[in-house]
């Protein structure tokens, strides 16, 4: 490249303050209120935004910690083929029966409160049915930018959040009676068993797909969990509502502008 | 081992038969209870507590002869006491000694995780190995007897041996020892079962109980104790035996399904999530070098 970039937007860098009003909107989160204590404000760059605040980023490292505790822990005791394999991370089989109820009672607890933390972003719209229908497109990458109306979170992530949420309820519901065989009798247990594989088997489904989709799959988005910020570009390549609610811009315009500057510096290198 | 597998079958210089060739004629043995001569002397009991080495320990009493209300993780032979009310109006006694049914098909063991928690003998004893129990419990709810019982203090989970340390010596289990009627016999299954079918026979024929027969459930593939009974028909009066004790189903669909299906899934996601990035490839920021935070 001829020319030094001038940042990651490849504008040039006297366009930048112009262009972008990045001190102001860069302390706003997804619902458009300045971060507490103004902590995001520390991490953002100019041209990110904040998606994810400090609380929500503890919340998600919490569960993911609890999940995979839980996971590897009953794991251990479901299968007596990775018995032998997994239990002596925990300290042995008894201890790894001793502690998983407790890294499951953690792993819901802290879910509740991701629950009380996001369900009002969750709420299932018309926009995520129309996502879903199209789900094929996603997949296969049919389009390089989400449509214009997929907002903080598209449906897919609403319907993992909602199996995440309905699997810890089944999940905490069928491990009581397996936790006190004695109190609950027989019975309970024995459909217990069932529900709780049965929860299991969901929840294992749809973590295999978000740990691809947050890393692998979309490149920026770790970050977002990590850090708290994206940059614009994948804002309003993922989320272009967001962007609009966020940024105050228009998504489309913003994504054509950057295209058309990608295409002049393309033709300036050559 | 109590596996029958170190039977001597040929001793060198060795004047006259090898002592205790032929034991291991038939492999299945069986404990053979006859509650109809059952005097509830409790000696059987005893005999546990003290062949076990188990302390003994504080008994319950609540209007009956019974010594407890159940079986305990330190107390594996139970004899169960109950009244019941004959058609005539006379009363009787329905002693039965509760204690492991010791399953052809044992629930227990189906529904255990741990690797060598429970085994089940050629001989036809389940038996626990307590080092490999982690005290899950799934046995408890498993087995259809009520028998299994958690150590609360060890976490470990106790029940009768049929004492296989004794029996894989040649030596009948300390109960049957100690029977001073004859209600308690040890031996092979096709003897004990022969043994109580003649028996249920002469209850019915001569003694007039017309109901008189062997308790051998099929719904548990038979079990390696079996109770002659004066009232075959309704197996509930003694203690609450079941008539028809099962594993549950969910246990066999938990077992194989549930489990291979998640395995499965866990086996083929992590790679379809891999093959999806090599074929269909990332969702990049666009446009393409517009970069990352």
Known sequence: ?270 | MPTGTLQIKAISGHPGPVPGDGVQREEDVCKYVDTTICIGCKACEVACVEWNDMPFRETTFDNTYQTLPKTEWNYWNLITFDEHRRNDGTLMWLMRKDQCMHCEDPGCLKACPADGAIVQYTNGIVDFQQEHCIGCQYCVSGCPFDIPRLNPKTKKVYKCTLCSDRVGQGLEPACVKACPTGSLKFGTKTDMKAMADARATQLRDVSGFADAGVYDPASVGGTHVIYVLHDATRPELYGGLPANPRIPVSYTFWKHVAKPVALLLALFAAPAAFFHYIVEGPKDVQPPGAGEP
Do not use: C
Not at chain 1, 1 to 11: C, F, I, N, V, Y
């Open chain 1, 1 to 270: 490249m001829s020319t030094p970039r001038a940042d990651h937007l490849g504008q040039p860098a006297g366009d930048r303050a112009a262009a972008l009003p990045t001190d102001r909107i860069s302390e706003r989160t997804h619902d458009g209120r300045t971060d507490r204590a103004g902590r995001a404000h520390r991490a953002v760059r100019a041209h990110e935004l904040v998606r994810h605040p400090v609380h929500t980023r503890v919340l998600h490292w919490v569960v993911a910690i609890f999940f995979v505790l839980s996971l590897f822990s009953g794991f251990a005791i479901y299968s007596p083929w990775l018995f032998a394999w997994i239990t002596p991370l925990f300290g042995g089989g008894p201890m790894t029966r001793l502690l998983h109820p407790w890294f499951s009672l953690g792993f819901v607890i802290a879910f509740a409160l991701q629950v009380m933390n996001w369900y009002r972003l969750m709420a299932w719209t018309p926009d995520d049915t129309r996502w879903m229908r199209d789900l094929r497109g996603y997949v296969t990458n049919a389009e390089p930018v989400e449509p214009p109306y997929v907002g903080f979170f598209n449906g897919g992530q609403k319907l993992y959040f909602w199996t995440i949420a309905v699997s810890a309820l089944l999940f905490l519901v069928s491990g009581l009676p397996m936790w006190f065989p004695v109190t609950f009798g027989r019975g309970a247990v024995a459909v217990s068993y069932v529900v709780h594989d049965l929860a299991a088997i969901v929840m294992l489904g749809g973590f295999f797909v978000h740990i691809y989709e947050g890393t692998l799959a979309q490149p920026g988005t770790f970050h977002s969990m990590t850090r708290g910020t994206v940059s614009r570009a994948w804002a309003w390549t993922h989320h272009p509502r967001w962007y609009r609610d966020a940024t105050g811009r228009d998504p489309v315009a913003d994504y054509d502008a950057a295209t058309a500057r990608a295409e002049a510096r393309a033709r300036e290198d050559r």
